[in-house]
């Protein structure tokens, strides 16, 4: 990434950020935690993009190289950890489930950024015990080193729809589907199938971000049905697509 710059991580912090608008590559000394209260959140680094909605949020290690992108009206929370504060004991970017109660606890927190006094250290305690509660989630597009796999990957990115097998994207990339097979196992740690299923759900999110209908993204994202989406989208994010907009 270029034009990497260090940025002091302060204790809490919101930022306000327009559909598309992006905060360009930089890192802290500290840990951070970052929630979107509204929209979605996508992190980007060298290895990846971790993405997450209202009931998520993304863990970004001290030192990691890595950009904000918002998708609909994002308002950014950020939490900042000492370095010798790790309390999930991560030592990369990980996307964590946010319950009710933790969410409300990142708001109030980040709401009062410069609060002192013994509310304020309780405040902290209860979020860090929520903190470490968390379930991590696999929501996370891995970047492609090899070429073979990365063009793969460049045609799903431009059209998430296209329903072509792995043995069709190889004969369009002149590659093997055996040695992509292994390539998508051996990178991304999951098959094929996995993968489109995140990409298309990643930019379903982007899309009903944008305030898309339902139908719409189910038929921009490759899926045979609006029911089949709902129904994915629900397993994975544990509520529907028609209500996202509804949960900041």
Request: charge should be positive; glycine fraction near 8%.
């Given at each position: 990434?270029?034009?990497?710059?260090?940025?002091?991580?302060?204790?809490?912090?919101?930022?306000?950020?327009?559909?598309?608008?992006?905060?360009?590559?930089?890192?802290?000394?500290?840990?951070?935690?970052?929630?979107?209260?509204?929209?979605?959140?996508?992190?980007?680094?060298?290895?990846?993009?971790?993405?997450?909605?209202?009931?998520?949020?993304?863990?970004?290690?001290?030192?990691?190289?890595?950009?904000?992108?918002a998708?609909?009206?994002?308002?950014?929370?950020?939490?900042?950890?000492?370095?010798?504060?790790?309390?999930?004991?991560?030592?990369?970017?990980?996307?964590?489930?946010?319950?009710?109660?933790?969410?409300?606890l990142?708001l109030?927190?980040?709401?009062?950024?410069?609060?002192?006094?013994?509310?304020?250290?309780?405040?902290?305690?209860?979020?860090?015990?929520?903190l470490?509660?968390?379930?991590?989630?696999?929501?996370?597009?891995?970047?492609?080193?090899?070429?073979?796999?990365?063009?793969?990957?460049?045609?799903?990115?431009?059209?998430?729809?296209?329903?072509?097998?792995?043995?069709?994207?190889?004969?369009?990339?002149?590659?093997?589907?055996?040695?992509?097979?292994?390539?998508?196992?051996?990178?991304?740690?999951?098959?094929?199938?996995?993968?489109?299923?995140?990409?298309?759900l990643?930019?379903?999110?982007?899309?009903?971000?944008?305030?898309?209908?339902?139908t719409?993204?189910?038929?921009?994202?490759?899926?045979?049905?609006?029911?089949?989406?709902?129904?994915?989208?629900?397993?994975?994010?544990?509520?529907?697509?028609?209500?996202?907009?509804?949960?900041?």
């Open positions: 990434m270029p034009n990497i710059r260090h940025t002091p991580a302060a204790p809490a912090h919101i930022l306000a950020l327009a559909a598309g608008e992006r905060v360009d590559a930089h890192r802290h000394d500290n840990h951070q935690i970052v929630y979107a209260g509204s929209g979605v959140l996508a992190v980007t680094t060298d290895a990846g993009t971790w993405f997450a909605p209202g009931n998520r949020a993304i863990w970004v290690p001290a030192g990691t190289v890595h950009a904000h992108r998708h609909g009206h994002l308002e950014l929370h950020t939490l900042g950890l000492p370095v010798g504060d790790n309390p999930l004991r991560l030592d990369a970017p990980t996307v964590l489930a946010v319950s009710p109660l933790l969410r409300e990142i109030a927190y980040t709401r009062d950024p410069t609060g002192t006094g013994p509310a304020r250290r309780r405040l902290r305690a209860v979020l860090m015990d929520q470490r509660a968390s379930p991590h989630e696999p929501v996370q597009l891995p970047t492609a080193t090899d070429p073979r796999l990365a063009a793969v990957c460049a045609l799903l990115h431009t059209d998430p729809a296209d329903p072509g097998t792995l043995a069709e994207f190889g004969a369009r990339t002149h590659t093997g589907e055996r040695t992509l097979s292994r390539l998508f196992r051996s990178e991304f740690g999951m098959t094929f199938p996995q993968w489109r299923t995140q990409l298309r990643y930019h379903a999110l982007k899309m009903l971000a944008d305030d898309l209908p339902v719409v993204v189910a038929h921009r994202c490759g899926w045979s049905s609006t029911s089949a989406f709902i129904d994915v989208f629900r397993r994975a994010y544990g509520y529907t697509p028609g209500t996202h907009n509804r949960r900041a």
